[in-house]
């Protein structure tokens, strides 16, 4: 089962300089809804962020947080002393467990647009972490590579405590890619770049799509393309 998930359609907000598009917002508000949740992950926003824009220091705990710059640079600072500076296709997983403070901030004229991932830790008061990951799909195209993972069976990337993996792909036109999914499992593709189809079911540029039910399911890339996949338990979704 494929249900594509329209970047048109979706809600989320917006404040000075900064555009946030949801594919997934657990708040209480939205609990019970269709889409606050999908196994572990409980928020994906599709960020935009203008020139000389972005949050300011802010608090999180317990959550695995993944982001992964699609276009601009992208400068962080946390209170674990970590500073740094993130380009298209760099990733960034930390981990906030008993708590952890940090900004997000365009330092640049050029705008940032990028994903952010919250997941479900399978731990709670774990000790805050943090890993950058510059260029971890060095430059390869039409493989899969793992951009964060707590799963034996996929390898590599930043580390997250759960049950759970991003993985990112470059695709040049015409290519294509498969993705074993185990039993129990279910995937969210995001076409971060470009124009894909998924067993023949086309998603345009930032939209997503819920795969269920399947072993297997290709990826054809109708544009030069840049794919997330999320691979998540369907039983690892406990509050």
């Not at 296709?89 to 403070?101: E, N, P």
């Amino acid at each position: 089962m494929i249900r594509i998930v329209s970047h048109a359609t979706l809600g989320g907000f917006s404040g000075p300089g900064i555009t946030v598009h949801d594919h997934f917002r657990m708040t209480p508000e939205n609990e019970g809804g269709p889409h606050h949740r999908l196994g572990p992950l409980r928020t994906l926003a599709d960020t935009t962020i203008e020139g000389h824009a972005g949050f300011p220091m802010h608090a999180h705990r317990d959550m695995e947080i993944v982001s992964y710059v699609c276009e601009g640079t992208l400068s962080h600072e946390d209170t674990l002393g970590n500073r740094g500076q993130l380009g298209a296709g760099d990733v960034q997983v930390m981990s906030t467990g008993t708590g952890i403070l940090h900004s997000e901030v365009n330092g640049e004229d050029a705008g940032v647009r990028m994903f952010q991932l919250w997941i479900l830790p399978d731990t709670p008061g774990l000790e805050p972490s943090y890993v950058d990951s510059i260029q971890p799909k060095e430059g390869e195209s039409g493989r899969l590579c793992v951009l964060a993972s707590g799963m034996a069976s996929r390898p590599g990337g930043g580390p997250i405590h759960q049950d759970a993996a991003v993985l990112g792909a470059d695709i040049e036109a015409g290519s294509t890619v498969t993705v074993d999914l185990a039993p129990s499992r279910q995937a969210y593709v995001l076409a971060a770049h470009g124009r894909v189809s998924l067993d023949g079911v086309e998603l345009a540029l930032r939209d997503g799509a819920v795969v269920d039910d399947v072993e297997a399911f290709s990826i054809t890339a109708l544009d030069d393309s840049d794919v997330l996949v999320i691979d998540v338990s369907k039983t690892n979704s406990k509050d």
